[in-house]
């Protein structure tokens, strides 16, 4: 249990900081020489690399969405800038026409005033019209733009959130693992078995010194030359007549 919560740590690790790779395994392999945790690593490999791909599919689908956002908000603005450039001309030229009007000015270069008045009016009024519509245009996407990338930084930021809150909440649990570890370990010390001077002890096929067993499984066969051996132990008082 402790290995699998500290690969589950080491896989969120990694996830928060877009590593395909668990930090430094092997020695967690090497610290537990007798758990097999290949079925642990490979679950968490499997784990990590799906969710290292599910966050780069969203955030690649929303930077596309920023990107072609951007590209409008540039070729709006080329758009606005030209009519600007078009007003500021014809307002230029309106100005001039109104103080010929108003000199009495007749004709402009063979124009009748007028008539180019009339005509410089009609154009001042469309590229007005343009650029209002192209503005209101340019802002609309500019907002659009900007809730993308903040809806893409608050995804982010909220993914972070949550893996950085499950690695808290698992590495709190594996340190309650390892407190019940060293619990069971102050208070199941070792038993030395001992057989009689002119008797001897076999161990069991399967017993390991140093090794562990579970409970009701047999550890070896005590040999006595006769049928008056004592085999001395602790056991707890309650269970004595069963024993």
Known sequence: QWAALTLREMGLRARLDD???LAH???LISSLPNVDIGPFLEREHERLTNGLQEDRVYDAAKQHEIAIAASE???KRAELQAVEKRLARTTRQLANAKG???QNVVFDN???TDALLARLQK???TDAKEQARLADEEAQIGTRLQDLRETLAQAQQQRVDILRRQREETRTKADAVITQLQALKSTNTRVDLKAPATGYFVLHENTRVGGHVAHGDPI?????????GIVEGVIPAGRAERI
């Open 19 to 21: 590593d395909a790779q």
């Open 25 to 27: 395994p092997s020695d």
């Open 73 to 75: 908000l540039l070729f």
């Open 100 to 102: 010929l009007k108003a």
């Open 110 to 112: 063979g124009v009748y």
């Open 123 to 125: 154009a001042y009024q």
């Open 220 to 228: 070896g066969r005590l040999w006595v030359p006769n049928e008056e």
